[in-house]
């Protein structure tokens, strides 16, 4: 119930209508019995500077940042994490008394999400298509697993050999390379990596029959296959990764533990997610609407 005392949080974002932030936040904050309550505000890009007074004045312990927000809020920080310094992008802000400071959660979530797999990437080869803001949080992720060699596959190769560069030169890791988008060379690639991570927005709702891989790509058994999309929760890309008997995980649980990691900053506590974790699933599986069924 929200009395007197009930702690703000939220989420900014233009659009946000479709966010599952405030689902996901209020779901744990009922379960662990928190007084706060979690809402959503569609924020202009020319709005952000009043929203941030709005949260200053209001007493905000904190608030979450997705597109198009999470660069342009980094003037109004007052220092940045180590994370969010890295991946010049910031998704969790907490408020404290005059200091403003600005956390990554991503890459957080994307290694909590990976379970005991987590334990298996060091020195093994990983395949990240895609090179965007995911993409990022994804590889400095994989760099503190200290994982054997990163190969980054995308449509535009300029962005895919930027970013090899831009993590060679600030976490000084060396074997990361930019490929374009090409059947052979991903192929090639493929035998021998542990994982294969889509990072790409490439088979999202509603364009559901698309897929990142090149059909006539082979799917070795042995790889994984983790697709950051969630809706659908069985993209094209799963689909045929499971038909060729690869491993595979989607982005729900990434997306829950990023935010169980936001929670767990403005909290300043560890919250143990494991007791709610099938009904938090089933929760925003309900919400997005989508039939497929999740691993518990
Ligand atoms: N599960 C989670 O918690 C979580 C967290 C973050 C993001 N995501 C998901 O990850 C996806 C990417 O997000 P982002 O923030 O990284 O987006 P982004 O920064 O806009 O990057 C998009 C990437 O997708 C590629 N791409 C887009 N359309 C394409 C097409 N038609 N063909 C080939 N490549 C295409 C882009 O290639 P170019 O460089 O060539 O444009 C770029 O590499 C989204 O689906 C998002 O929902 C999930």
Not at 45 to 67: A, P
Not at 104 to 123: P, V, Y
Not at 180 to 187: A, H, I, N, R, T
């Amino acid at each position: 119930m929200i009395d007197n005392r009930t702690g703000l949080l939220g989420v900014i974002g233009d659009p946000i209508e479709h966010s599952l932030s405030p689902a996901l936040h209020n779901f744990v904050l009922e379960k662990l019995n928190l007084n706060y309550c979690y809402h959503s505000f569609h924020v202009a890009r020319d709005r952000l500077r009043d929203y941030f007074q709005g949260f200053h004045i209001l007493d905000f312990r904190g608030i979450n940042v997705t597109i198009p927000h999470k660069e342009s809020v980094i003037p109004f920080m007052t220092q940045l994490s180590p994370e969010a310094r890295i991946l010049e992008a910031v998704n969790t802000i907490h408020f404290e008394l005059n200091v403003i400071t600005g956390y990554n959660t991503d890459s957080a979530g994307f290694l909590k999400s990976l379970g005991e797999i987590r334990n298996q990437l060091k020195n093994n080869q990983i395949i990240v298509l895609g090179a965007g803001g995911s993409a990022r949080a994804i590889i400095y992720a994989l760099i503190t697993q200290q994982v054997g060699e990163i190969r980054i596959f995308n449509r535009t190769p300029a962005k895919a050999e930027n970013l090899a560069l831009c993590f060679r030169d600030k976490m000084a890791y060396r074997n990361i390379f930019g490929h374009p988008m090409k059947k052979d060379q991903l192929s090639a690639v493929m035998a021998d990596a542990f994982l294969m991570i889509n990072t790409t927005s490439v088979g999202m709702h509603p364009n559901v029959t698309a897929s990142p891989l090149d059909p006539a790509i082979e799917i070795p058994a042995s790889i994984g296959v983790y697709d950051l999309i969630y809706n659908p929760m069985k993209t094209q890309l799963l689909q045929r990764a499971q038909a060729y008997g690869a491993w595979t995980l989607n982005g729900l649980d990434m997306l829950i533990f990023q935010g169980i990691a936001a929670l767990e900053i403005w909290l300043n506590r560890s919250i143990d997610a494991q007791p709610f974790l099938p009904e938090l699933r089933r929760h925003l599986i309900a919400l997005l609407g989508d039939a497929s069924v999740q691993k518990d």
